[in-house]
């Protein structure tokens, strides 16, 4: 069955989204249409209906063909731990921790995963449509690449190149990777597409020939920056946004250093009446700040030394002192407790790290890793939670007693006496809609918001692939696929 590759001249192009609208386009023709990435690079991840894990824009891709999340769309998954090193996640589930060079070694072994996963969506589905990783210009990186021309030769599969106009020098994006491929994956490539472009297009054809002479490869056309890309999930951290519109709530969140699963922020950004304001190191918690939300962490002892770094420490117990309410979602919720004890040294060095203390629960780090689809009950508001859990550790604790939330009847996170501080291992909550609406009314947020999420997030989708059928030659990019 056909399948196409979409790469970038680099990374934050636009490929994710674009790849998801052209996902729903073929969708909306009526064809069966996958998504894959064979390496991804994120720690925004999404659990899977097989019990595993894949990148989160995968997982919006997904959404966008109607399909449930498969670990095969995204068989490698590095989720990063430190600067030097990530965790390494093949086909859903946990192999190993690796630095930059012995995950390089490992490359060859990881090609046999990475065709098994896409052969077995080809003979399911019309097209698979596959999305790269960086860019196939990094000829430093090409031997043993699985990620970008590497899969494409050893899958046999055409390749689209996209550039990026809005961060400007579109022509050597282009051209310059034409020049610096070798002869074979140059002409795996079938042609190019400028991506993000702001005003009168007709300006732009000059240029457009201009590539097309000097690359040798056809554009598929010039697409307009889509508006509406920030309220689809972010895979990135950088791309989560500061929504400084005034609001009668104000929510702070702190921007750690290894912030993961950070897509529980997409419905509040989205929420009238809310300002969302994403902390950045050095910056101070606001005294004015309603709640303050301490997000999930690839490194929950790491980015603990990272949010006292920041003084942010000091700054909590004043927002407490202040009457302020304070949301802890898994690493965040551990580093509320007293403290956390990773005997193997599964989150860094083997030891003890002293908590935040604002919660009375103790945290073991233990090999297991909990990654699994649920639907909780929320203690005070009695409203369904739909969500996901993907952490490694047990918390417990006398703050359990008044829990967050009854997950398979059974007490699920823990809450302060006075209930103005939270702890849950529950991701993706605030996308119920009434729970959200409900928790943000006690707040203080006028009551009741209209934002229908999940609705909302299809009615996007439908528009970027209508924005997408417009713009660009869609018939003759399907049409490449072999």
Not at 21 to 50: H, I, W, Y
């Given at each position: 069955?056909p399948?196409?590759m979409?790469q970038?001249?680099?990374?934050?192009?636009?490929?994710?989204?674009?790849?998801?609208?052209?996902?729903?386009?073929?969708?909306?023709?009526g064809?069966?249409?996958?998504?894959?990435k064979?390496?991804?690079m994120?720690?925004?991840a999404?659990?899977?209906?097989?019990?595993?894990?894949?990148?989160?824009?995968?997982?919006?891709q997904?959404?966008?063909c109607?399909?449930?999340?498969?670990?095969?769309m995204?068989?490698?998954?590095?989720k990063?731990?430190?600067?030097?090193?990530?965790?390494?996640?093949?086909q859903?589930?946990?192999?190993?921790?690796?630095?930059?060079r012995?995950?390089?070694?490992?490359?060859?072994?990881?090609i046999?995963?990475?065709?098994?996963?896409?052969?077995?969506?080809k003979?399911?589905?019309?097209?698979?449509?596959?999305?790269?990783?960086?860019s196939p210009a990094?000829?430093?990186?090409?031997?043993?690449?699985?990620?970008?021309?590497?899969?494409?030769?050893?899958?046999?599969?055409?390749?689209?190149?996209?550039?990026?106009?809005?961060?400007?020098g579109?022509i050597?994006?282009?051209?310059?990777?034409?020049n610096?491929?070798?002869?074979?994956?140059r002409?795996?490539?079938?042609?190019?597409i400028?991506?993000?472009?702001?005003g009168?297009?007709?300006?732009?054809?000059?240029?457009?020939?201009?590539?097309?002479?000097?690359s040798?490869w056809?554009?598929?056309?010039?697409?307009?920056?889509?508006?509406d890309?920030?309220?689809?999930?972010?895979?990135?951290?950088?791309?989560?946004?500061?929504?400084?519109?005034?609001?009668?709530?104000?929510?702070?969140?702190?921007?750690l250093?290894?912030?993961?699963?950070?897509?529980?922020?997409?419905p509040l950004a989205q929420?009238?009446?809310?300002?969302l304001?994403?902390?950045?190191?050095?910056?101070?918690?606001p005294?004015?700040?309603n709640?303050?939300?301490?997000?999930?962490s690839?490194?929950?002892?790491?980015?603990?030394k990272?949010l006292?770094?920041?003084?942010?420490?000091?700054?909590?117990y004043?927002?407490y002192?202040r009457?302020?309410?304070?949301l802890?979602?898994?690493?965040g919720?551990?580093?509320?407790?007293?403290?956390i004890?990773?005997?193997?040294?599964?989150?860094?060095?083997a030891?003890?790290?002293?908590?935040?203390?604002l919660?009375?629960?103790?945290t073991?780090?233990?090999?297991?890793?909990?990654l699994?689809?649920?639907?909780?009950?929320?203690?005070e508001?009695?409203?369904?939670?739909?969500?996901?859990?993907?952490?490694?550790?047990?918390?417990?604790?006398?703050?359990?007693?008044q829990?967050?939330?009854?997950?398979?009847?059974?007490?699920?996170?823990?809450?302060?006496?006075d209930?103005?501080?939270?702890?849950?291992?529950?991701?993706g909550l605030?996308?119920?809609?009434?729970f959200?609406?409900?928790?943000?009314?006690?707040?203080?947020?006028?009551?009741?918001?209209?934002?229908?999420y999940?609705?909302?997030?299809?009615?996007?989708?439908?528009?970027?692939?209508n924005h997408i059928?417009?713009?660009?030659?869609?018939?003759?990019?399907?049409?490449?696929?072999?």
């Amino acid at each position: 069955m056909p399948a196409i590759m979409f790469q970038g001249t680099g990374s934050n192009v636009g490929k994710s989204v674009l790849v998801a609208g052209l996902c729903r386009a073929a969708f909306n023709r009526g064809m069966k249409v996958a998504p894959f990435k064979p390496q991804n690079m994120s720690n925004n991840a999404a659990v899977t209906e097989d019990g595993g894990e894949i990148g989160r824009a995968q997982a919006l891709q997904a959404i966008a063909c109607n399909l449930p999340f498969h670990t095969d769309m995204n068989p490698i998954l590095l989720k990063p731990e430190t600067e030097t090193g990530s965790q390494v996640i093949v086909q859903g589930h946990r192999h190993s921790t690796l630095k930059a060079r012995e995950y390089d070694e490992l490359k060859p072994q990881l090609i046999k995963p990475v065709l098994e996963s896409f052969e077995r969506l080809k003979v399911q589905y019309d097209i698979v449509l596959v999305e790269g990783a960086g860019s196939p210009a990094e000829i430093n990186l090409r031997e043993n690449d699985i990620a970008n021309m590497g899969f494409a030769i050893a899958g046999n599969v055409p390749v689209i190149l996209i550039g990026d106009i809005d961060r400007g020098g579109i022509i050597p994006q282009i051209v310059g990777t034409s020049n610096v491929l070798s002869e074979d994956d140059r002409e795996k490539i079938q042609g190019f597409i400028v991506n993000k472009f702001r005003g009168d297009k007709s300006l732009f054809d000059d240029g457009y020939k201009i590539i097309e002479n000097q690359s040798g490869w056809p554009g598929f056309g010039v697409l307009n920056y889509f508006p509406d890309a920030w309220k689809l999930p972010a895979e990135d951290a950088l791309d989560v946004r500061t929504m400084s519109t005034p609001g009668q709530l104000k929510i702070v969140c702190l921007c750690l250093s290894r912030m993961a699963n950070f897509d529980d922020l997409d419905p509040l950004a989205q929420e009238n009446d809310i300002e969302l304001k994403m902390l950045k190191a050095g910056q101070a918690i606001p005294g004015d700040a309603n709640l303050v939300l301490i997000p999930g962490s690839k490194s929950t002892r790491g980015d603990l030394k990272y949010l006292r770094e920041q003084g942010w420490d000091i700054d909590l117990y004043a927002h407490y002192r202040r009457g302020g309410h304070i949301l802890g979602l898994c690493g965040g919720y551990q580093m509320l407790g007293k403290q956390i004890d990773d005997p193997n040294g599964l989150d860094g060095p083997a030891g003890r790290t002293e908590g935040l203390g604002l919660l009375d629960v103790n945290t073991e780090m233990l090999p297991e890793k909990t990654l699994r689809k649920v639907t909780a009950t929320h203690a005070e508001t009695n409203l369904a939670v739909s969500g996901y859990e993907i952490h490694l550790g047990k918390t417990k604790g006398e703050d359990c007693k008044q829990p967050f939330a009854y997950l398979d009847k059974k007490p699920e996170g823990a809450c302060s006496k006075d209930g103005r501080i939270s702890g849950s291992y529950l991701h993706g909550l605030f996308s119920s809609d009434n729970f959200r609406s409900a928790f943000l009314e006690k707040l203080g947020a006028p009551s009741g918001g209209d934002l229908k999420y999940e609705k909302n997030l299809n009615d996007v989708l439908n528009k970027l692939a209508n924005h997408i059928e417009d713009q660009l030659d869609v018939n003759a990019l399907l049409k490449v696929a072999q």
